[in-house]
C-alpha cells in the first residue's frame, strides 16, 4: 500500500525554469509534510516542509503548496539552476513516532 | 559538527555471512531509525527506536535486527544476509518534537 504518490518520476527543465514535483497522500493523520533532496553518493536532506494549518511556505527560490482537502501537495523550484539537479522526495509524517513516509521519488534534470 | 555517520560506506558480502552496519549521531537524539532505498520504491523504513532500549519494526524488518543499548548508536545486523537485501541504506536521527530527520551519508550493501 502506497500511502504517498510522487509525480513525475523524472522532469527536465531548461535553467531558468519553474519545477514542479506533486505527491499525493492518503493518510489523513499525517501532518507533517517536508520535501528532501538528494544528490548521488549522499543522503537525503531537508529543503523544506510545512505543516497542514498552512497552504503555502516559501523559502527563497522553494514553495511548498498545500491542499488539505485534495490531500495535495507540491513542491516549486523557481528560475531552476543545474545546481538543483538532484532526486527530490517527499514524504510525510504523524503520529509519536516520527517515521516518514516517502514518495518514490523524481529526478530532476536542469540543463544549462 | 553535528552528523549522523555510518560505516561501511561500502561493503560487498556474500550470501549467509553476518555482518553489522554501524550508525552513530553526536545530536543527542532520542529518534533513530534505519531506512533502505531501491530504485524505484524510495525510502521505506526497516527499524526505528525512540530510544535507548525501546525499538520497533518499521515496514519491511524482515531478516533484519537492531539493538540500541547507548542513546548515540543504533547498529543495523543482518544475521544471514541474502541478495534481496542488496541495497542502499541510510540512519536517521531526530530529537523530540524537532520532526526534521538528520541522515548518514548511506552504505551500499551488495549481496553475493
Known amino acids: 500500500q502506497q500511502q504517498v504518490k510522487q509525480s513525475p518520476q523524472s522532469l527536465i527543465v531548461q535553467k531558468g525554469g519553474i519545477s514542479i514535483i506533486n505527491c499525493a497522500y492518503e493518510?489523513?493523520?499525517?501532518?507533517?509534510f517536508p520535501w528532501y533532496q538528494q544528490f548521488p553518493g549522499k543522503g537525503p536532506a531537508l529543503l523544506i516542509a510545512i505543516r497542514p494549518d498552512v497552504s503555502e511556505k516559501k523559502e527563497g527560490r522553494f514553495t511548498i503548496s498545500f491542499n488539505k482537502s485534495a490531500k495535495q501537495f507540491s513542491l516549486h523550484i523557481m528560475d531552476s539552476q543545474p545546481g538543483d539537479s538532484a532526486t527530490y522526495f517527499c514524504?510525510?509524517?504523524?503520529?509519536?513516532?516520527?517515521?516518514?513516509?516517502f514518495g518514490k521519488g523524481t529526478l530532476l534534470t536542469v540543463n544549462p | 559538527e553535528a552528523q549522523v555517520t555510518q560505516n561501511p560506506r561500502y561493503l560487498i558480502t556474500v550470501t549467509g555471512k553476518k555482518l553489522t552496519v554501524t550508525c552513530s549521531q553526536n545530536m543527542n537524539h532520542e529518534y533513530m531509525s534505519w531506512y533502505r532505498q531501491d530504485p524505484g520504491l524510495g525510502l521505506r523504513q526497516i527499524y526505528y527506536?525512540?530510544?535507548?532500549?525501546?525499538?520497533d519494526k518499521g515496514d519491511v524488518p524482515e531478516g533484519y535486527k537492531v539493538s540500541r543499548k547507548e542513546k548515540r548508536n543504533f547498529p543495523l545486523i543482518l544475521e544471514s544476509p541474502s541478495p534481496n537485501q542488496t541495497s542502499l541504506y541510510f540512519c536517521?536521527?531526530?530529537?523530540?518534537?524537532?520532526?526534521?530527520?538528520?541522515f548518514g551519508p548511506g552504505t551500499r550493501l551488495t549481496v553475493t
Open positions: 493518510n489523513t493523520a499525517f501532518d507533517y
Open positions: 514524504a510525510a509524517s504523524g503520529g509519536s513516532n516520527y517515521k516518514l513516509t
Open positions: 527506536s525512540m530510544n535507548v532500549e525501546v525499538t
Open positions: 536517521a536521527s531526530t530529537g523530540t518534537g524537532i520532526y526534521e530527520q538528520y
